[in-house]
């Protein structure tokens, strides 16, 4: 079929218009991000803050001994934990390996008829009712059964500071928040009387999660204590299933930023890739939809660009979902976080540009059983150290609720 010339000069109009767009956007992250890591770096330097793990432990038990706290190590299976985790995308596989801990208390503001959409597009009003009557849960749960820790996955959209401080003020148990996206998300417009992000909330926490290590100078800088540690998977799942393998390369995510042009590359060398998610034509997957593809999928292709920048990395939760899951091998840009975390080459693959990319696919297509034993050492490493669970005994022994068990807590560098 022969495309007529207006049609195809509106076409390459698109496309030029996107690269255009993906240019101009990738340059205005780029200056923002250094701009704000080389701010928070001659900061810390200044003030000589340097992360250091035990330091932090220490800075958590001295402030939680100053509100009279007194840590109760309790057995795994007996920690109470009351989780502020809204029930939205793939926030529910934060539970099973929560609920290993112990009973668990949940508000899910979701449930409530809340959205994280209308707290950041200004509904100041509906986030200080929404923090009510979590203050009034989370007293009420600490009355029929003491609380040990409150862990929320939250963001200064959804969270007050002055909550915060008056949880730990009325039961004085720690208070843990855990932020997986600081790279490009540590702060935002204000709303109402505080700004987004993990700014403003930072140091209203005994602890903060981050994925991202450079934002631990971040948190030492605006008075908070950082804890590094990465993503997780839920194994129950995120686990092998009995299916054909009948996808060459597969791409699971949105179609957005610098992705498009990642796929039309691959697509261009012939190499046999497919896409699913927004944006690509099909929808969003089901969770049930996307382990399929991963098991169904002889390599599965992870992108850990932040937004329009394939330069600027973070850690993903596919780049343990994927390998947890012991379906096809994971082939992902390279980030040196994630070299902390796997045997790049053994565990997992990584590319550094799209030649890397391209004759990486081309190699483990063909060698289909070289990638099989790789992706089969990923998924024994990630029931061993990657599950949520290892990540959530961390902190606990950081908290001190819980004594501490070399057999599962935190993560090894790789040998």
Same mark, same amino acid.
């Given at each position: ?8 000069? %509106?076409?390459?109009d +698109?496309?030029?218009?996107? %690269? ?5 956007? &990738? ?9 704000? &890591? ?18 932090? $432990?220490a ?14 190590? &309790?057995?795994? #299976?007996?920690?109470?934990?009351? $989780? ?7 926030h ?20 409530? !008829? ?12 509906? =986030? ?15 009355? =029929? ?7 929320? *996955?939250?963001?200064? !959209? ?54 991202? =290590?450079? $934002? ?7 008075? #908070?204590? /950082?804890?590094?540690?990465p ?9 092998? +299933? ?11 995510? !949105?179609? *957005? ?20 998610g ?31 920048? +394939? ?11 994927? /390998?947890?899951?012991? #379906? ?10 994630l ?17 890397d ?36 005994? =961390?902190?606990?022994?950081?908290? #001190? ?5 070399p ?7 790789? +040998?």
């Amino acid at each position: 079929m022969k495309v007529s010339p207006p049609i195809k000069n %509106r076409i390459l109009d +698109q496309a030029l218009i996107r %690269r255009a767009w993906t240019t101009i956007r &990738r340059a205005q992250l780029h200056r923002s991000y250094r701009a704000r &890591r080389e701010w928070y770096a001659r900061a810390a330097s200044d003030a000589n803050f340097r992360y250091d793990e035990s330091h932090i $432990a220490a800075k958590v038990a001295e402030r939680l001994a100053l509100r009279g706290f007194a840590t109760q190590p &309790r057995a795994r #299976g007996q920690i109470h934990s009351f $989780a502020f985790i809204p029930r939205v995308g793939w926030h529910e596989s934060l539970l099973p390996d929560l609920c290993e801990l112990g009973p668990v208390t949940e508000f899910n503001y979701v449930s409530l !008829g809340y959205t994280i959409d209308e707290f950041v597009t200004g509904a100041a009003a509906r =986030r200080r009712d929404m923090n009510s009557l979590l203050l009034k849960a989370v007293i009420e749960a600490h009355r =029929r059964r003491p609380i040990d820790w409150v862990f929320m *996955y939250s963001t200064g !959209g959804e969270i007050l500071a002055s909550t915060v401080h008056a949880i730990a003020q009325e039961i004085g148990v720690p208070v843990v928040n855990m932020c997986l996206d600081d790279k490009h998300s540590w702060e935002t417009e204000r709303v109402g009387e505080q700004r987004g992000g993990q700014i403003d909330i930072a140091s209203a926490f005994d602890l903060s999660w981050t994925s991202a =290590r450079v $934002a631990c100078e971040w948190y030492l800088v605006e008075g #908070g204590n /950082p804890l590094y540690l990465p993503e997780g998977f839920d194994a129950t799942t995120f686990h092998p +299933q009995d299916v054909p393998r009948d996808i060459a390369v597969s791409f699971v995510g !949105g179609a *957005y930023g610098f992705r498009p042009s990642v796929i039309e590359t691959l697509r261009r060398a012939r190499v046999p890739v497919r896409s699913f998610g927004e944006g690509w034509g099909g929808g969003r997957l089901t969770i049930e939809e996307v382990v399929s593809v991963f098991n169904r999928s002889e390599i599965n292709l992870g992108m850990g660009g932040i937004g329009y920048s +394939q330069d600027l990395t973070n850690l993903k939760g596919r780049d343990f979902e994927i /390998p947890g899951c012991g #379906g096809g091998v994971y082939l992902t840009s390279f980030n040196p976080d994630l070299a902390e975390h796997f045997v790049i080459g053994k565990e997992i693959l990584c590319y550094r540009n799209t030649d890397d990319l391209v004759e990486l696919s081309r190699w483990f297509i063909k060698h289909s059983d070289e990638a099989r034993s790789i992706a089969l050492r990923a998924r024994i490493r990630c029931l061993e150290e990657h599950r949520w669970l290892n990540r959530y005994l =961390r902190v606990c022994e950081i908290l #001190g609720i819980l004594a501490p068990d070399p057999k599962l807590s935190g993560f090894h560098s790789p +040998q």
